[in-house]
T-cell receptor, first 113, second 113 residues
């Protein structure tokens, strides 16, 4: 079945450093989404990507839709303590247009002040 | 986006009992989804709840265990029936705003003792 693999599983970085994480799929996706989940909260949509090669920014966050359509990347520049949380990639679940999503295992980010 | 609330925010329940979780959205939506997030894990889709039709369950989830209601376009409930400690999880509802962009409620944290 479909699988999304996120890398790395966790990161512990110094405040001010840049962060890169990626997500790979076993199948081709037409949409990639990146979410952040703060402790005790529901996931929040950060960036949505709809076209292979697309590069989209949201403040210090930049995400790219890989040209193979089987991967996506999220970069965070100049990290700050509030960037702490779990970052999930997600893509369409199944072949039909059901609106359902499948999620990666998440990348846990910790930032040391 | 959408403003989504869930009740209760957390509960501690005895095994063998049932808990009904409510999800309220501030505007009408066609597709709503229910997810389970086990401790330290990613999100797993339980079912899709569309108004006017029976909920559609994912593999591994059954209606007898997780009955869902969707009486109108702004509200849904998920019941966790005959609970066991393995049901201890965060339960999240989400709504689809088009193009696979889903927005999540804050979650219900369930502990079964």
């Amino acid at each position: 079945g479909q699988q999304l693999n996120q890398s790395p599983q966790s990161m512990f970085i110094q405040e001010g450093e840049d962060v890169s994480m990626n997500c790979t799929s076993s199948s081709i996706f037409n949409t990639w989404l990146w979410y952040k989940q703060d402790p005790g909260e529901g996931p929040v949509l950060l960036i949505a990507l709809y076209k292979a090669g697309e590069l989209t920014s949201n403040g210090r966050l930049t995400a790219q839709f890989g040209i193979t359509r089987k991967d996506s990347f999220l970069n965070i520049s100049a990290s700050i303590p509030s960037d702490v949380g779990i970052y999930f990639c997600a893509g369409p679940h199944g072949s039909s247009n059901t609106g359902k999503l499948i999620f990666g295992q998440g990348t846990t980010l910790q930032v040391k002040p | 986006s959408a403003v989504i609330s869930q009740k209760p925010s957390r509960d501690i329940c005895q095994r063998g009992t049932s808990l009904t979780i409510q999800c309220q959205v501030d505007s009408q939506v066609t597709m709503m989804f229910w997810y389970r997030q086990q401790p330290g894990q990613s999100l797993t889709l339980i079912a899709t709840a569309n108004q006017g039709s029976e909920a559609t369950y994912e593999s591994g989830f059954v209606i007898d265990k997780f009955p869902i209601s969707r009486p109108n376009l702004t509200f849904s409930t998920l019941t966790v029936s005959n609970m066991s400690p393995e049901d201890s999880s965060i339960y999240l509802c989400s709504v689809d705003r088009g193009d696979y962009e889903q927005y999540f409620g804050p979650g219900t944290r369930l502990t079964v003792t």
